[in-house]
T-cell receptor
Framework: SQQGEEDPQALSIQEGENATMNCSYK?????LQWYRQNSGRGLVHLIL?????REKHSGRLRVTLDTSKKSSSLLITASRAADTASYFC????????????FGQGTTLQVKP | EPEVTQTPSHQVTQMGQEVILRCVPI?????FYWYRQILGQKVEFLVS????????KSEIFDDQFSVERPDGSNFTLKIRSTKLEDSAMYFC???????????FGSGTRLTVV
């Protein structure tokens, strides 16, 4: 698989439920970021977790990072219809360029 | 909240024509990027720009592509002779420093016909 692979590719849940998306990567990283994209729109930065961090919270979002397994998860608690979007993980490496490598994304549908 | 602004939002161009995509990054940001997303595919890195020069570019960023920061505020991507396969959403992004998250613009949808 390529750097930054998410699963599942698509997820459909009811409003109020929790949504969990996973991301795996192959090379060493400096940080891992999660982005959201509404259909046909730009990318919105959600959260950044550094390689020396294991868990981070931001509002209803919880991100974990396991560098030994080269994986991360994004949990959205108490989902809302407005959370419907595509979610991407992107890995960043050390150095000034800051190039991000994106995964294919998980499409989340939250039904009201 | 500060935004990265991209213009135009949509551009249709004839194959072989030159296009310039424009971006105004956040004013105190130091690192600038272009990414593209072909419809239904993942977001791909094109080029990074720091200290008035390209710091890294991908294989996609061939001689047909160039970037400029002509006046300290705008950051442009030029495609000299567009091909059909250049049709994609092009995103500009900037960040303040190493270890910061990016701010992406809303993108320019380029359609080459």
């Amino acid at each position: 698989s390529q750097q930054g692979e998410e699963d599942p590719q698509a997820l459909s849940i009811q409003e109020g439920e929790n949504a969990t998306m996973n991301c795996s990567y192959k090379t060493s990283i400096n940080n891992l970021q999660w982005y959201r994209q509404n259909s046909g729109r730009g990318l919105v930065h959600l959260i950044l977790i550094r390689s020396n961090e294991r868990e981070k919270h931001s509002g209803r979002l919880r991100v974990t990072l396991d560098t030994s397994k080269k994986s991360s998860s994004l949990l959205i608690t108490a989902s809302r219809a407005a959370d419907t979007a595509s979610y991407f993980c992107a890995t960043g490496r050390s150095g000034n360029t800051g190039k991000l490598i994106f995964g294919q994304g998980t499409t989340l549908q939250v039904k009201p | 909240e500060p935004e990265v602004t991209q213009t135009p939002s949509h551009q249709v161009t004839q194959m072989g024509q030159e296009v310039i995509l424009r971006c105004v990054p956040i004013s105190n940001h130091l690192y600038f990027y272009w990414y593209r997303q072909i419809l239904g595919q993942k977001v791909e890195f094109l080029v990074s720009f720091y200290n008035n020069e390209i710091s890294e570019k991908s294989e996609i960023f061939d001689d047909q592509f160039s970037v400029e920061r002509p006046d300290g505020s705008n950051f442009t991507l030029k495609i000299r002779s567009t091909k059909l396969e250049d049709s994609a959403m092009y995103f500009c992004a900037s960040r303040q420093g190493v270890g910061n998250g990016y701010t992406f613009g809303s993108g320019t949808r380029l359609t080459v016909v």
